[in-house]
């Protein structure tokens, strides 16, 4: 093994044997690296192979400044008694050890529908009965009334619209978002009112007392300026990620866009922008966009990490909590199961 490690540091330099381990793509090499010496081990640490593997996967990782185990009472310990080569070298084989249970935790829990709540739109046509609200419901008809979101109307077909959700509170992998045009069943040759394309925005909200907001209109009766189903000031959010634009086909079923790359984000608020309108309705002659319904699909991070945004440098630090219960089973409002709309591609 000596002979191995020696012929290894000494007809290769560091850099380049550092550039050949950082192609590893399968956490399990990583670790068989880790295991050939002490000395292959401290070259895999002090490379950050792990976390270099994490960042080719998921870029937004990138992002994450600050990493805390909240079980490694010796990582405080030396950071307290100021001994900085010390505390440099926790801080390595922290990362690694939490960058390799992150790459599982990223590619192994299940998929599961993500979506909590619908926030606003842009517009709304004809509020309540056109809510977004109407878009969480997999049914584009319920019993004789139909269950759609509808924009107003425009006369120029370039005007967009935002649809905003909330996801369930956690940090997510998303996969994919799906999204089903409305068939106007009841109109003249049933038209279908799909956008021209799909944009998708991820990120946070910044702080404002919503729910109170809401409470005091429904006390009042008055949703002039609610945020729930009617136009919202999009400046309340931070958008950490933007999706390139997807075409959408003017057809009438649940049209999957995959995204390019997996996108972990923690801030629970994602934004379906609608770009340009297709069809026009026949009574007034104005362009409208239509949705029956919509779907956000991902993958939950595990128990033992939590991501936090930390403001206002638009960075995220991560907490390791190895004593949580890896694979708890969750309480979510949807599972992913078979649904007769879901599986068409775009």
């Known amino acids: 093994?000596?002979?191995?490690?020696?012929?290894?540091?000494?007809?290769?330099?560091?850099?380049?044997?550092?550039?050949?381990?950082?192609?590893?793509?399968?956490?399990?090499d990583i670790v068989r690296a880790s295991s050939v010496s002490r000395a292959w081990r401290e070259f895999v640490i002090s490379n950050g192979v792990s976390k270099h593997l994490c960042l080719r996967l998921f870029p937004q990782l990138s992002s994450i400044t600050r990493v805390v185990d909240t079980g490694n009472k010796q990582q405080h310990k030396c950071s307290d008694v100021g001994c900085?080569?010390?505390?440099?070298?926790?801080?390595?084989?922290?990362?690694?050890?939490?960058?390799?249970?992150?790459?599982?935790?990223?590619?192994s829990s299940e998929v599961v529908e993500c979506l909590l709540d619908a926030l606003g739109a842009s517009s709304t046509d004809n509020y309540p009965k056109e809510s977004v609200d109407n878009t969480l419901e997999p049914r584009d008809r319920i019993g004789r009334m139909a269950s759609y979101w509808s924009s107003s109307g425009q006369s120029n077909p370039d005007v967009s619209e935002r649809l905003t959700y909330e996801l369930v509170p956690e940090s997510w992998v998303i996969t994919e978002i799906n999204i089903q045009p409305f068939q106007a069943f009841f109109q003249a040759h049933s038209p279908i009112y799909s956008a021209k394309a799909v944009r998708f925005r991820m990120g946070y909200r910044k702080w404002r007392?919503?729910?109170?907001?809401?409470?005091?209109?429904?006390?009042?009766?008055?949703?002039?300026n609610s945020c729930r189903g009617l136009p919202f000031d999009d400046e309340d959010f931070v958008w950490t990620y933007t999706s390139k634009e997807f075409p959408m086909a003017q057809e009438n079923r649940l049209q999957n866009f995959k995204l390019p790359e997996p996108v972990?984000?923690?801030?629970?608020?994602?934004?379906?922008?609608?770009?340009g309108r297709v069809q026009r309705q026949e009574l007034d002659g104005l362009f409208y966009i239509r949705v029956a319904y919509v779907q956000i699909i991902g993958r939950p991070l595990a128990l033992v990490f939590h991501i936090t945004p930390l403001e206002p440098s638009g960075t995220y630090s991560m907490m390791f909590n190895p004593a949580a219960d890896y694979w708890r089973p969750r309480d979510y409002p949807y599972e992913l199961t078979h649904n007769p709309r879901h599986g068409a591609n775009a």
């Open 1 to 28: 093994m000596d002979v191995v490690d020696r012929d290894l540091w000494n007809s290769l330099h560091p850099d380049v044997a550092g550039k050949i381990l950082k192609c590893l793509d399968d956490p399990g």
């Open 84 to 107: 900085s080569r010390c505390a440099e070298l926790e801080q390595l084989k922290l990362e690694h050890r939490v960058f390799a249970s992150l790459y599982r935790g990223l590619t």
């Open 209 to 224: 007392d919503y729910d109170e907001i809401l409470k005091e209109e429904e006390e009042d009766g008055d949703f002039s």
């Open 264 to 275: 972990l984000f923690t801030g629970g608020f994602v934004q379906i922008e609608l770009l």
